[in-house]
Every structure is written in C-alpha cells, then in structure tokens.
C-alpha cells in the first residue's frame, strides 16, 4: 500500500504538500479548521526557485494566466524619491537561473494549487475540520479532530501557518514572537490608480524605520502595494486581516517623497497585520521527529525582507514529495524520509531566515549605516540585489 499522509491546514503550503505527495503516489487527506478554502493577504513575489518548481508540476500555464513577470526591480529612497539601484528581472533571470521573477495575488497562487489537487485520485480534501490533537508511534500516526472523529495514516504534515497546533504539540517552544514591525497592504486595479502611480516593476521604497514594496499582479492588471512600519499599531497579533486607514499610514511616514506619498494617497482601502516571525532553525530536530514533520510557516516562519515566506514553504513541499516518489511504497518508510526531509531543508531555510532579518535591518537603517547602503547600492546595485544561492538553488523535480 502506498503511505497514506494526513496533512493539517489548507493553505498554500498545505496544498503544495499535498500536490507533491500526491504526485508521489501516496494517498492524502487534508484537514483545514475553514469552512472554505480560501486566503488572506495580498500579493507574493516568487524568485525563479519558486517559479521553477511550479514549471516542473505542470503548472506553466495556469501561472502564465494569472500571474506577473515584472521585467525589473528598483530601488528608490523613500525621503527623495531617487533611484539607489537596480535589477533587471525577465530576461536576466531566465537566462541565469532557468526560469522568470513572478509577481502574484495569494489568493491566485491559492486558487492555482487547489486546482490542481481537487478531483486528484487518492487526494481526500476536508474543510470545517481542524486537528486538535495526534499521537504516532511505530505503527502509524492518528489525528483527532475537535467532535471527537479521528484519522489515521502514516505520516502527519504540520503545514498550519505561524500559530501552527501541529508544532505546539511536536515541540512545545512556545509563540511566536512580535516584531514590532506592523504592515499594511492594499491591492487595486492599476486603472484605477493615477497613470503616475501605475507600475509594471518590482519597486521598493527605503526609508528610517520603514520601507513600501509595490508589483503588478493579476497579469499586470493590478497592483499590489505593503508598506511595513517599526510600530505596534496592530489591534490582534493573530489576526492578519485587520483594518486599516489611509491616513494611519500616512501618519506613519511623514517625511515620505510626493511620489511615494502620492502613492498612498490613490488607495483608499488597507488592510494591516502584525509581523511575527521564529529565530533561525537550529537542527532538523525542529522540523520533523519520528512521522510527523512541519512545513512551511509551522517550520520557519520568517520576515518578509527576501520575499521567501511562501517560497520556503513551496520548496518545502517539493523536496518532501521529491524523496517519498525515492522511497519505497510502503509506510514504514516515512520516519526516514521525513527525516531526510528535514536534514535537507533546515540550513537553507535557516539561511533564509537569518537573511531576511539582516534585510529588514538594512532596509530600515538610519544615520551612517543608511548611508553607507545607499553608496553601496548606486555603486554595486546589481550585484546587491541578486541572490545567486537562493535564486539558483532549492529543489529540482522533473514533471
């Protein structure tokens, strides 16, 4: 019998587990707590690491259909409006690394792996249905359910999000923690918008204590805007969809350029969130024991400074099915597998974590240290803004 994963949440990681597992050949029953699928957030910026796994699921088309290809990434300072520095995207980026920057909403990248796991033979999907509780040991791994129902298979995937019940009950560290970083984020149609303020680039504003990310999704069409401010002015640390107002934001940065402020000043509606994030892994002990590993957000939860946070957990996903279609069809294989899932993921996932801190650092900076970055990115702008080792690594999987 080939193993059968139980995986906990619905999300986009939990959707990729559950694609590259199918792909794998193991049956799959996934539980999400929601009465529907669905995601919150606005948009995701998916280096050609990420873009590359999705080519090699099939799923080439579908992305071309909803997605960006921004053609370049520019850096401006936030106070005077100047251009620090530049990637170019498109063309570049194929040529390097084998696959395009890709600019997408959450919810299409969502819609897109529902898709293509829904109707899939051997894939059970639940809504309405959350994991309160497992237990595993050598025979296998069982899940309760909140009026009592369990499940049973051989491995458990805890691919649950930041708050995950999974990790809490696998290695009981404790919650996340607070930024103190708090963003806000708008998505409307660029026709709505100011020819000025339409864009088809990847744009990041830098500024003391902030910095505002702007990127076509949608095809273009529309255009995703996050403006992430050192501040607590979140109501609920959990909540990811909470209210915001223009001039909240505005009041947020009030020393911003015209054109950044002119930016603002065109949408009317934002959302806001607090950031919370995890230290660094430190072994693959945190990501998985015995057969039940973590995924994604419930692993690594990390800042948004490389845009990686869905991009770790895609990769998470491919690496995972990637070493199960290896190993034999039979569900006493699983304890090795995760555990070679997780000594293959933690130290590129903890590189990326601890980058992504260093980023928000630098974005941020002030005085001497913001000086010396702006020097730094006029004169080596390209080099930079690359990644070579994240863009041109991660995983490889034929379809």
């Known amino acids: 019998m080939n193993p059968n994963i139980l995986i906990a949440g619905g999300g986009i990681g939990g959707l990729a587990a559950a694609l590259a597992c199918a792909r794998a050949g193991c049956r799959v029953q996934l539980f999400e707590r929601a009465s529907a699928f669905s995601e919150v957030g606005a948009g995701i910026q998916m280096g050609p690491n990420v873009v590359r796994l999705l080519h090699d699921w099939g799923l080439q088309v579908p992305l071309a259909g909803v997605a960006a290809f921004p053609q ?148 273009g069409d529309w255009l995703n805007v996050v403006a992430i401010i050192e501040g607590r002015t979140a109501v609920d640390d959990q909540d990811w969809d909470q209210g915001a107002t223009q001039s909240q934001l505005l009041a947020s940065m009030p020393a911003a350029c015209a054109p950044l402020t002119g930016l603002i000043e065109s949408i009317n509606h934002w959302r806001l969130w607090s950031l919370c994030d995890r230290p660094p892994m430190r072994g693959a002990w945190q990501q998985a024991r015995g057969r039940v590993c973590l995924l994604g957000d419930a692993a690594h939860p990390m800042r948004p400074y490389l845009a990686q946070g869905a991009g770790m957990a895609l990769e998470d996903a491919a690496c995972l099915g990637a070493l199960l279609s290896e190993a034999p069809a039979d569900g006493d294989a699983v304890p090795a597998v995760l555990q070679r899932y997780a000594e293959s993921r933690w ?38 803004l690359d990644v070579p080792w994240l863009y041109g690594g991660g995983i490889r999987q034929q379809s």
């Not at 370049?72 to 395009?100: C, H, I, T």
């Not at 992504?356 to 941020?364: A, D, P, T, V």
């Open 72 to 219: 370049r990434l520019a850096v401006r300072d936030a106070l005077k409006g100047s251009e620090l520095g530049q990637l170019p995207l498109g063309e570049r980026a194929q040529r390097l690394y084998g696959s395009p920057y890709a600019t997408i909403a959450r919810s299409d990248l969502h819609g897109l792996l529902l898709a293509a796991v829904e109707g899939r033979d051997g894939v059970q999907l639940f809504t309405d249905t959350r994991i309160d509780d497992y237990s595993a040991g050598d025979a296998g791994v069982s899940v309760t359910f909140g009026a009592g129902a369990q499940a049973s298979g051989d491995g458990l995937i805890g691919a649950d999000g930041l708050w995950s019940r999974v990790r809490e009950r696998l290695l009981g560290d404790g919650t996340p923690r607070v930024s103190g970083h708090v963003a806000f984020r708008a998505m409307v149609p660029q026709g709505d918008l100011p020819p000025a303020q339409r864009n088809a680039d990847v744009t990041v504003w830098l500024g003391p204590r902030l910095h505002v990310v702007q990127y076509p999704v949608r095809g």
């Open 347 to 384: 130290q590129r996932c903890a590189r990326v974590q601890a980058r992504s801190i260093r980023n928000g650092e630098i974005f941020h900076a002030s005085g001497a240290v913001r000086w010396g970055r702006d020097v730094a990115m006029r004169m080596l702008g390209e080099r930079l």
